[in-house]
């Protein structure tokens, strides 16, 4: 558009500017209300509602308490089992822990430095005798020298032996010889004796632990005593050529030498079974609901009455019903009170009102969808036998968390969808007793659902079953592989089973979100891009009675349709909406279609003898006439709206001038208020956007030449007539949008009122013509004529 569009817009409306203009007196308020319909609209009784309801199905009320019996004595009549209860079973927890602390096999200890501190004996032995016969080599004092050895280094040897080491001078081949047998035998390992093994050890084996911690188990045949040890030494001495005596001393400190390395650990081993026991997870005892305790006339056993304390002991817990009602009352007290504050800053009262009442609605409505597959899944878990369907976790991920959730996704903006997944997440933990990873598998369902009714296009109802059918099933799948990677989870068998619920879950989610779609969609007064498909089908009969009682109108609706389509497209509003609107928006002039001007088949004026009022009540009339047919028709509210607000309060200008004009100025005045329409204004974008494609369409039937800069004239003062009189008020264009709005119309326009080159040889106007006249013509510029419209038309001459 010209930067004149921007000059020609005023900021005050014409009451404000022109001294003489009288300004429309405000409305007649609403009759009072009855007390109900207050409470009803107001928001608060509804948060309150729905806060006491979500907290009654959070909490559960406590049982009744059950009879208190003692051993031996006879049952008065069957105690059922009021809910399902999980007991330890003692005796079996005890077997299995006994079972599992006589696995754990005795410890020993590998000790390496008995080995090192005999090297180191016999090395000080054989260097003390070195030394004693360097002192004294011709008297060696052998006595003397087993004293002095027996004192210092605590080894008794034998006298024979000294003296055999003291005439070979204690030699070093020697010394490396004992130390080389020594530790041979060292390294198989040595006990004291077998014969005091009482832990099973000939039996079942040990487990021998060395000095680095390294441990492995070995048979007690593959260890030596003392006795065993000792000729080990001597097989082993007996394969080395050496002098008898020298072999008969090695023997001898062999026997002196050779001691236990291997000893039993008495520490580690109970260490070892304690951590057995404690590994035994306790054997569960699963009382199913209803299920007979005791039946009348039986001996109560100690059992039963271990069952009884256990469930009164429950029953206990459960008594404090209140304080957990009166803290989730608290939470989503809380939570709506936000969430209204929310939606009352970021829309419209109407709107906020309408997406509080539908999240509040769905969060309870799911939370009973919830209620019901949980009894579901108490039930089936019950009947089966197979001990990974038994767990009725297991069931959890095949819930419809994400039904609501699709629904949102294809009705309202992302941000409130976002809000809802919130809750319905802390919902889904809260109801299975605060678990946080259902939290989370909800929180990032509900993000995939998003995502899913975006990917398979929003305007259309499928969407929701490709959605559930094929994002959901991947992502819960991957969510769940992800949960048994995290926590690390053993039960490899439950992973299958919990893959399928999770692709249960999403179809299942699919399935009620389609079938609840279009009850919400009523319900709420939403209109979907699949429901505007049907209700813009041509061959519809109120379509049908229009172009044939009314075809100027119905030939006017149309190009208001392709004017608000056009513009809603290019600023990025609902577009189905905008057009669905333009083409019923008109629908009362079925009732008198000959009053209005594009309908008139014959040249006889109606308005003629009627008085400007009276015409101006008639033109008036077809609003209201609309209204009640798209009642009838039981059209969508956004639609209905769109009829009630498309000529907002605006001025009738044609009959109000004509009125002016024909009344004296001198007997009574001419007031605006008897020339408006009803109103209300428009309240959205797309009933703004009819509003101007109506009048701009009407103005523009008035040109006689609608050449393009006659066309934008038209439109930039009609845009201006209807932003001066306050129409747009409540719509919240800017002006950027505006003015992409304009280019839009001019668009649509030139391209109905495009010009054509004259035919030769013919005189469609009466005029003949010759074919230069034709031929020069065409030289000229092809557009129509370029004067100006003699008046340019108010915004509401559409007569």
Wanted: aromatic share 10%.
């Amino acid at each position: 558009m010209p930067a004149s569009f921007f000059d020609k817009i005023k900021l005050f409306k014409a009451a404000e500017i022109l001294p003489g203009h009288t300004a429309t007196e405000p409305p007649e308020e609403d009759p009072p209300q009855t007390f109900l319909r207050r409470l009803l609209k107001d928001p608060w009784p509804l948060l309150l509602l729905t806060t006491v309801l979500v907290a009654l199905l959070l909490t559960h009320l406590p049982s009744e308490t059950l009879t208190n019996l003692v051993k031996g004595e006879v049952a008065p009549a069957d105690i059922v089992a009021p809910f399902d209860l999980t007991i330890e079973d003692p005796e079996a927890t005890a077997q299995g822990r006994a079972a599992a602390e006589a696995a754990i096999l005795p410890v020993y200890t590998f000790d390496a430095n008995v080995f090192a501190n005999t090297e180191e004996k016999i090395r000080r032995l054989f260097a003390e005798g070195r030394n004693w016969t360097a002192r004294f080599p011709d008297n060696h004092k052998s006595d003397a020298l087993r004293a002095e050895i027996l004192d210092k280094q605590g080894v008794d040897l034998e006298l024979a032996d000294v003296q055999t080491l003291v005439r070979l001078k204690f030699p070093t081949d020697l010394e490396e010889t004992l130390i080389s047998l020594v530790a041979k035998t060292f390294s198989q390992g040595i006990i004291v004796s077998k014969n005091l093994f009482i832990h099973g050890e000939a039996e079942r084996g040990i487990i021998l632990v060395d000095e680095q911690g390294k441990e492995r188990p070995v048979r007690v045949n593959d260890l030596f005593d003392i006795g065993e040890s000792e000729r080990r030494f001597n097989d082993d001495l007996a394969r080395i050529e050496m002098p008898a005596r020298s072999r008969a001393a090695l023997a001898n400190l062999g026997q002196i030498f050779l001691t236990a390395n291997v000893t039993y650990n008495k520490i580690e081993t109970e260490k070892r079974k304690a951590r057995a026991r404690e590994a035994v997870v306790p054997v569960a005892l699963t009382i199913k609901k209803d299920r007979v305790i005791v039946r009348k006339g039986d001996e109560v056993t100690a059992e039963t009455v271990r069952i009884l304390d256990q469930y009164s002991q429950r029953i206990r817990q459960r008594s404090r019903w209140l304080p957990t009602f009166a803290g989730v009352f608290i939470l989503y007290g809380f939570l709506f009170l936000t969430l209204w504050s929310y939606l009352g800053r970021a829309f419209k009262p109407q709107q906020a009102d309408r997406q509080f009442r539908m999240t509040t609605a769905a969060l309870v409505g799911s939370l009973v969808i919830y209620k019901a597959f949980l009894a579901l899944a108490v039930i089936v878990s019950g009947a089966l036998t197979t001990p990974v369907f038994s767990r009725i976790d297991v069931f959890y991920y095949a819930f419809p968390f994400q039904a609501a959730t699709l629904i949102f996704a294809f009705l309202l903006p992302d941000p409130v969808t976002l809000v809802f997944i919130i809750l319905n997440s802390l919902t889904a933990g809260l109801l299975v007793g605060g678990d946080f990873g259902l939290t989370i598998f909800s929180f990032i369902g509900g993000l995939a659902a998003v995502y899913g009714v975006r990917l398979y296009r929003k305007r259309y109802r499928a969407a929701t079953l490709r959605a559930g059918f094929i994002v959901l099933p991947a992502v819960n799948a991957l969510l769940i592989l992800a949960f048994h990677l995290i926590l690390k989870r053993s039960s490899i068998a439950a992973f299958p089973a919990e893959v399928a619920m999770g692709v249960l879950g999403g179809m299942a989610s699919a399935v009620l979100a389609f079938l609840l779609l279009p009850l919400v969609e009523s319900a709420f007064g939403f209109v979907t891009g699949s429901k505007l498909l049907e209700l813009t089908n041509s061959e519809l009969p109120i379509f049908r009675q229009l172009s044939q009682e009314a075809p100027g109108s119905y030939h006017h609706s149309l190009i208001v349709a392709s004017l608000a389509e056009k513009a809603a497209e290019e600023i990025g509003i609902d577009a189905p909406l905008a057009k669905a609107g333009a083409l019923y928006h008109d629908i009362g002039k079925t009732k008198m279609p000959e009053y209005f001007i594009e309908n008139r088949t014959r040249e006889f004026d109606l308005h003629k003898d009627l008085t400007p009022s009276m015409s101006t009540l008639v033109i008036k009339n077809h609003v209201k006439e609309g209204a009640e047919l798209a009642h009838k028709l039981k059209l969508p509210r956004a639609l209905r709206e769109i009829i009630e607000q498309h000529h907002g309060n605006s001025l009738v200008r044609y009959f109000y001038a004509k009125a002016k004009q024909t009344y004296d100025p001198m007997e009574q005045t001419v007031g605006e208020e008897s020339f408006r329409y009803p109103g209300p204004a428009p309240q959205t974008k797309e009933a703004g956007l009819v509003m101007l494609a109506d009048s701009i369409e009407a103005a523009s039937r008035s040109l006689k030449a609608p050449t393009k800069d006659n066309l934008k004239r038209v439109i930039t003062d009609i845009i201006n007539g209807t932003l001066q009189d306050g129409q747009l008020d409540a719509c919240d264009f800017s002006l950027r949008e505006l003015r992409t709005v304009a280019a839009a119309f001019l668009t649509v326009l030139y391209a109905i009122y495009h010009p054509r080159v004259e035919y030769p040889g013919f005189s469609f106007e009466g005029k003949p013509k010759s074919p230069n006249d034709a031929g020069s013509k065409n030289k000229k510029n092809h557009d129509h004529h370029p004067q100006p419209p003699e008046k340019t038309p108010g915004p509401d001459q559409s007569v």
